[in-house]
């Protein structure tokens, strides 16, 4: 029993940043990994990245690697997504996941059927 509400997603120019949030509720946030998935129109949901319950393990997909940064802060029970330099490309339906961290390696952390909770997603649209 974990509640995760996404926050944050807006209309932005390409070039320009974000910053999405992710607070969660219901479970101890600390014994939980975290991702972010996307999903544009017509198209499957893609993972764009994650993080370990403690912070020390990071994973990105390459279409983000070096512009968007995840993170997290255990006392406010939050994930963050911070993206910077943003393209048209990253339109999308951004989802909030969390995951056992038991079962958090770098393969499941990848892996949209691997997560146990999911929040309902925060529109991002960027503008060309």
């Known amino acids: 029993q974990v509640q995760l509400v996404e926050s944050g997603g807006g209309l932005v120019q390409a070039g320009g940043s974000l910053r999405l949030s992710c607070a969660a509720s219901?479970?101890?946030?600390?014994?939980?990994?975290m991702g972010w998935f996307r999903q544009a129109p017509g198209k499957e949901r893609d993972f764009v990245t994650a993080i370990s319950w403690s912070g020390g393990s990071t994973y990105y997909a390459d279409s983000v690697k070096g512009r968007f940064i995840i993170s997290r802060d255990n006392t406010k029970n939050t994930v963050y997504l911070q993206m910077n330099s943003l393209k048209p490309e990253d339109t999308a339906l951004y989802y909030c996941?969390?995951?056992?961290?038991?079962?958090?390696?770098?393969?499941?952390?990848?892996?949209?059927?691997?997560?146990?909770?999911w929040g309902q997603g925060t529109q991002v649209t960027v503008s060309s």
């Open positions: 996941a969390a995951m056992r961290s038991v079962t958090f390696t770098p393969r499941t952390a990848r892996n949209a059927r691997d997560y146990d909770y």
């Open positions: 219901g479970r101890t946030f600390s014994s939980l990994a």
